[in-house]
T-cell receptor
Framework: GAVVSQHPSRVICKSGTSVKIECRSLDFQATTMFWYRQFPKQSLMLMATSNEGSKATYEQGVEKDKFLINHASLTLSTLTVTSAHPEDSSFYIC??????????FGPGTRLTVL | KNQVEQSPQSLIILEGKNCTLQCNYTVSPFSNLRWYKQDTGRGPVSLTIMTFSENTKSNGRYTATLDADTKQSSLHITASQLSDSASYICVVRSTGGFKTIFGAGTRLFVKA
């Protein structure tokens, strides 16, 4: 089956620093990757949609300059949280979709900003 | 407005019992409906994917139903196990702009 990995699985950083999270599709090419954020006891909230080789499309209310997304290849997308603050602490999940509509989720990255 | 509503919000059952989770949606135009299982601190894992023409789909002890006329879906779990304790999320995809709408999930607790 399709496998999506994320790295790191858990990160703790100081306020004001930047954190990069990687999302990889291991056994398929992902034309589209999605980034979600999930707060405790809440459902996933879509942050942005990225297509390989083009700029990401951000959902309303998500700051594109704060959450930088790069989808440089068909198997890798990165999310960089710039100048992180404690309110950015959350569970970040990516998903990847080959052409055809299926969506496969990564295991998530727990970000804690001190 | 495209919405996905799940019920109950949470559920506690004894190991070995069956349970049914509900999902009502108003998403249009409809493309597909998916049920995911999400363990705490993990990414969602797909259980079933159903398109407009499918009424029932099974995956082991999980059986999903879809009534596209009433815009309702259910996920039935048979002979529950402790490992079934998780959040179950209903996700509906719209063909209009390829929008994906997530339900808030049902938190299932299976007790010994």
């Amino acid at each position: 089956g399709a496998v999506v990995s994320q790295h790191p699985s858990r990160v703790i950083c100081k306020s004001g620093t930047s954190v990069k999270i990687e999302c990889r599709s291991l056994d398929f090419q992902a034309t589209t990757m999605f980034w979600y954020r999930q707060f405790p006891k809440q459902s996933l909230m879509l942050m942005a949609t990225s297509n390989e080789g083009s700029k990401a499309t951000y959902e309303q209310g998500v700051e594109k300059d704060k959450f930088l997304i790069n989808h440089a290849s068909l198997t890798l997308s990165t999310l960089t949280v710039t100048s992180a603050h404690p309110e950015d602490s959350s569970f970040y999940i990516c998903s990847a979709s080959p052409s055809g509509g299926a969506e496969f989720f990564g295991p998530g990255t727990r970000l804690t900003v001190l | 407005k495209n919405q996905v509503e799940q019920s109950p919000q949470s559920l506690i059952i004894l190991e070995g019992k069956n349970c049914t989770l509900q999902c009502n949606y108003t998403v249009s135009p409809f493309s597909n409906l998916r049920w995911y299982k999400q363990d705490t601190g993990r990414g969602p894992v797909s259980l079933t994917i159903m398109t407009f023409s499918e009424n029932t789909k099974s995956n082991g002890r999980y059986t999903a139903t879809l009534d596209a006329d009433t815009k309702q879906s259910s996920l039935h779990i048979t002979a529950s196990q402790l490992s079934d304790s998780a959040s179950y999320i209903c996700v509906v995809r719209s063909t209009g702009g390829f929008k994906t709408i997530f339900g808030a999930g049902t938190r299932l607790f299976v007790k010994a």
